[in-house]
């Protein structure tokens, strides 16, 4: 895990995209400048990784608005 979060920095760093697709949001969020959320295959979030969107997005997962 440690390895793959470097990895994605190093990424971000060489102004690389990648995109990460987990069911872990923890894991996901933790390296990501950019979250992206895709419900039934369509864009429904796309914004920066800052707290108030991670708490969008836990909202929207569990059945929120």
Do not use: K, Y
């Amino acid at each position: 895990r440690e390895r793959m979060h470097a990895w994605l920095a190093g990424c971000h760093r060489q102004g690389r995209s990648v995109v990460l697709s987990s069911h872990d949001l923890r894991e996901s969020l933790q390296p990501a400048p950019r979250i992206l959320l895709l419900e039934d295959g369509r864009l429904v979030f796309d914004g920066p990784n800052t707290a108030g969107n991670q708490e969008t997005v836990r909202v929207r997962l569990h059945g929120g608005a």
